[in-house]
């Protein structure tokens, strides 16, 4: 088989095209940026007929000019990723395949944007994201890696091959380059090249989506559970309980991550056990949460309330005990069909959680803080209401606002903490195919090759620019209401 | 103001002890002193040698007197080891045990050695915090700036073209991690891989920097890490900015007919730079991060490289001096944005 070259044959009266339409954009955003901090600002002019004119002059022109070279841009974009799904393989190279081994994200991708405008009226928050681009663009690059990351977790779908196999003679070689004949795969190329190891890049980097996916937002959730329940009671209670949980909270903030990191995510460390201990404590908090959430709530009546609690707190505690439970660590006490699963990385996903729940316990704390003297809450109080109650039914809905918008950036935020786990080599395998081992991987060899480091990086970086942006969209819509 | 300063520094030494005997007892645990007495002893050490060559050292000792001796505020062992030998803290090798002074901790200025480099603790972190300082400064002196014009540029015109484009970059720039934004910036400055080079612009090791830093070997590290830190501190100035420019003494500058660049540099910068301060100050602990991962990446051999060489050995006094610098960094620079705050605030200095 010949290499892949980057855009085929297409590439070879597409490209030209393509460059100058992106010089131009370029030079009229340049132009426009320029013009911005000089030319007289666009202004509407009423006529007298009744008419409004737009007075632009040179700023007025470069503005319409780069509106229109944009839409050139994408376009053309368009035509490379979506002509290879209609011309046979190989003709638009290596970003023709890999566009259309994203088949199935693009058509997911698609409908769920699809059905979202089309009710964004009756979403709520999520319908109102809808409106703002910058919300839409996070949107779209959140939801492309979660997709991602389901088709190749659920269905082997995207990876075109093992992620594990090494196939010899491909060492560190070049984007495109061919597999020999009778290697096991779906494709006879390594699209994004080989590795070290000789394995292929793509299929890394798409199977790695599937750990950050799963494990980020799920620690994220965990820190968010053990920082509200203790800023909620911290913030509304004051004293002394606040001065010691608020110490706690400052301790472990001044610690330096990557010091703590590498004092608690080491083999020795997981030896005696105290991450087993730390989960223990950690994991504690959503069922407490979930426990006093329903029980302040329904405690008025009984019978509802025991009807919804026990299976609650019956499956939790399952899962609970299961989760903490572990072959080969010290807590080990599950008889084996009780025990759901095994989390070989506990201790990286104890360390994240425990590194971001004081953040959010802050953010918390001052929320409550604020929220605590408003008259709903007082009125509560005058109808008598628990102290939980008032907590967790008037003060954490009326948070959550800036609450879901820290969530999106904490699992950001997440996703650059387990990076830099990944990245030095701690608590993971050197075999995983998550983003930071990866560019760990890479960077050894990074200045004779720079492919196998490039991918990886590139990914986490649009993941997580993915939630900064979805959450500034969000930030912008829920403060327009 | 004197008694909330002398409040803090309380509080700062309790959180300063806390978190150096929690790195004490973390470093001291059962298994990472068995790793400690097979490193330096001898690798295959039965599990009864081991037990007596970290009786013989004082390791055995609980771990409040450990912590004590190594504090400076209780004596240090003089043990008479299984082996005949006596050993104490205090003395240095070669030493006679009598002429050994009692006390050596912190407090006594004797920050112990490291087991990997074979050197004084202090030492070894005199010479490599220069080296960070060093990399440190030329960061501030591209981020801060660089930072401050962005925020500044588009918190002045909310909403304008400028403000839309700047935050974008610095929202780029936030979700970079340095060991992101250092392989790209590798990729694309030091190797041929995007651009056929003549010569290649920028070296992708900083380890000649060390001795002779230049704009060829310095750039990519000081520009990998100032690149994070921009981003979160435009986006701080462009709000405190953004929140002066709609203050009523704007309006009232602009309705006397001050040019927008006068409102701009004398009656609003002065006020939207306060927020950015505190901020800058609690950058710091961000940097530290930073600095470990850039100086790992660039093979820089500074306070970061010492941190992870450290706590990748178990080099156990070499890991607290490290420690007990870093979280100092820390409490100080909280302390002074804390009381910067305050004095750059009339409203609060006042009240």
Not at chain 1, 385 to 403: D, K, S
Not at chain 2, 100 to 124: N, R
Request: overall charge neutral; aromatic content about 12%.
């Amino acid at each position: 088989m010949e290499p892949l070259t980057w855009t085929g044959a297409v590439g070879a009266f597409l490209n030209p095209i393509f460059v100058i339409v992106v010089g131009l954009f370029v030079i009229a955003l340049i132009a426009q940026l320029l013009l911005g901090f000089f030319a007289p600002a666009v202004t509407l002019q009423a006529n007298p007929d009744g008419t409004l004119a737009r007075r632009g002059g040179a700023l007025g022109a470069t503005e319409t000019a780069s509106k229109y070279l944009f839409l050139a841009v994408i376009a053309l974009i368009l035509v490379y990723l979506i002509a290879p799904m209609i011309l046979p393989y190989g003709m638009v190279g290596i970003v023709g395949e890999i566009s259309q081994r994203f088949l199935p994200v693009w058509i997911a991708l698609i409908i769920t944007f699809a059905v979202s405008i089309i009710y964004k009226r009756k979403l709520g928050l999520y319908g109102k994201l809808f409106d703002s681009t910058v919300g839409m663009i996070g949107f779209g690059i959140v939801m492309f890696w979660v997709f991602t990351a389901f088709f190749v977790g659920a269905f082997d779908w995207i990876a075109t091959h093992d992620y594990l196999t090494q196939v010899s003679g491909l060492k560190n070689k070049t984007p495109g380059v061919a597999v020999p004949e009778g290697t096991v795969g779906d494709i006879p190329h390594y699209l994004l090249g080989g590795d070290n190891l000789a394995r292929d890049i793509f299929s890394r980097v798409v199977s790695g989506s599937t750990f950050v996916i799963a494990i980020a937002p799920l620690a994220t959730i965990f820190a968010f559970m053990v920082g509200i329940t203790l800023g909620l009671p911290a913030g509304y209670y004051g004293g002394l309980l606040d001065t010691v949980l608020s110490f706690l909270a400052n301790l472990i903030l001044a610690f330096p991550v990557i010091l703590l990191f590498y004092l608690l995510v080491t083999p020795e460390i997981v030896l005696t056990g105290i991450p087993s201990y730390m989960a223990a404590v950690l994991f504690v908090f959503p069922i407490i949460f979930f426990g006093v959430l329903l029980n302040s709530r329904y405690y008025t009546q009984p019978q509802k309330r025991t009807a919804i609690l026990v299976p609650v707190l019956g499956i939790l505690g399952w899962l609970y005990l299961s989760v903490i439970n572990q072959k080969g660590t010290v807590i080990n006490f599950l008889p084996e069909w009780m025990d759901l699963f095994d989390i070989t990385i506990l201790v990286v996903f104890v360390s994240v959680v425990f590194v971001n729940a004081p953040t959010v316990f802050r953010i918390v704390r001052g929320l409550t803080l604020d929220l605590r003297t408003r008259d709903y809450v007082a009125a509560a109080q005058t109808r008598g209401e628990g102290a939980w109650y008032i907590m967790l039914w008037e003060i954490l809905p009326n948070a959550r606002g800036p609450l879901i918008v820290d969530f999106c950036l904490r699992i950001g935020y997440t996703t650059i903490l387990l990076g830099t786990l990944g990245f030095f080599g701690l608590g993971l395998s050197s075999e995983s195919p998550d983003w930071g081992s990866t560019i760990n991987e890479g960077r050894k060899l990074l200045l004779i090759y720079a492919h196998p480091a490039l991918p990886p990086a590139v990914a986490l970086l649009s993941l997580v620019l993915g939630l900064n942006l979805l959450a500034d969209g969000l930030r912008e819509e829920s403060l327009k209401d | 103001m004197g008694l909330f300063i002398l409040r803090r520094l309380g509080v700062m030494i309790l959180t300063a002890l806390c978190l150096t005997f929690i790195v004490f007892w973390l470093t001291n645990l059962g298994p990472n002193l068995e790793k400690l007495a097979k490193t330096q002893g001898n690798a295959r050490m039965s599990d009864d040698a081991v037990v007596s060559w970290l009786a013989n050292r004082g390791y055995s000792q609980p771990l409040p007197v450990k912590y004590g001796q190594w504090l400076g505020v209780l004596p240090g062992y003089v043990i008479e080891g299984t082996d005949g030998e006596v050993r104490a803290r205090c003395a240095t090798p070669g030493q006679p045990i009598e002429e050994a002074s009692s006390f050596c901790g912190i407090l006594q200025g004797d920050w112990g050695s490291s087991t990997v480099f074979k050197d004084e603790v202090s030492t070894i972190v005199g010479t490599r915090l220069g080296l960070t300082g060093k990399l440190m400064l030329a960061v501030m002196l591209v981020m801060v700036p660089g930072a401050l014009i962005i925020g500044v540029l588009a918190g002045m015109r909310e909403g304008s073209r400028t403000d839309r484009s700047l935050s974008t970059v610095s929202i780029v720039t936030t979700a970079t991690p340095e060991y992101v934004s250092g392989v790209i910036l590798i990729a694309a400055l030091a190797t041929k891989a995007f651009i056929e080079w003549d010569t290649i612009p920028f070296k992708g090791t900083a380890t000649a920097a060390m001795d002779d830093a230049n704009f060829e070997n310095f750039f990519l590290p000081v520009i990998t890490i100032a690149l994070y830190g921009m981003g979160y501190i435009a986006r701080m100035t462009r709000a405190s900015m953004t929140e002066v420019m709609t203050a009523q003494y704007i309006r009232t500058a602009r309705l006397k007919g001050v040019s927008f660049p006068k409102i701009v540099l004398k009656h609003a910068l002065r006020n939207a730079l306060i927020a950015p301060f505190t901020v800058i100050m609690l950058q710091f602990p961000w940097l530290l991060n930073g600095v470990v991962i850039v100086e790992t990446l660039f093979n820089y051999k500074g306070f970061g490289w010492v941190l992870v060489q450290a706590a990748g050995n178990n080099d156990i006094e070499l890991l607290l001096g490290v420690s007990i610098v870093s979280v100092f960094v820390v409490l100080v620079t909280q302390l002074i944005s804390d009381i910067g705050y305050v004095f750059l605030n009339p409203r609060i200095r006042i009240s």
